[in-house]
């Protein structure tokens, strides 16, 4: 009797091969459900992530224009807001730190270079490639 209380004791611990099965097809199902939905958040997070800088761009941009009564041109780019431009027209009074308070202008969050265009001083554009990486795909950020 001893013997046969030891071999029921063995049989009651652990799990069966079934309920094993069981708990994977509902991990199963639960990743499939869940996993599209956090990378869909992941990638607006990063599309959100290049809107804010752009903005910041836009503000630092701002800030230049109000100082010199023109934007940068794009043979100046982005570069003209931590540096002052040693290209095209030069301000005069170019504060010390520049316009962004950064010491070099950040890449995309897909770790690409922002694109910048202003040919007449009055009108610029800034632009994100998007996660694709490349120009004039749907998938580009732009500056409003």
Same mark, same amino acid.
């Given at each position: 009797m001893n013997k046969k209380k030891l071999q029921q004791k063995k049989r009651e611990k652990g799990f069966t091969l079934v309920e094993v099965m069981i708990v994977l097809a509902l991990v199963v199902m639960l990743g499939s459900y869940a996993g599209p939905k956090l990378i869909g958040l992941f990638n607006?997070?990063? *599309?959100?992530?290049?809107? $804010? *800088? $752009?903005?910041?761009?836009?503000?630092?941009? *701002?800030?230049?224009?109000?100082?010199?009564?023109?934007?940068? =041109? =794009?043979? *100046?780019?982005?570069?003209?807001? $931590?540096?002052?431009?040693?290209?095209?027209?030069?301000?005069?009074?170019?504060p010390d730190g520049g316009y962004l308070g950064k010491k070099e202008i950040p890449k995309d969050p897909w770790g690409n270079q922002y694109r910048y265009e202003c040919e007449d001083g009055q009108n610029y554009t800034i632009t994100s490639d998007g996660p694709d990486g490349q120009p004039g795909s749907g998938d580009d950020i732009k500056s409003d």
């Open positions: 607006k997070g990063k *599309q959100d992530n290049a809107k $804010i *800088q $752009i903005a910041g761009f836009g503000s630092a941009l *701002q800030a230049y224009y109000l100082a010199h009564s023109y934007f940068p =041109t =794009t043979a *100046q780019g982005l570069q003209a807001l $931590i540096s002052k431009p040693s290209v095209g027209k030069v301000p005069d009074n170019y």
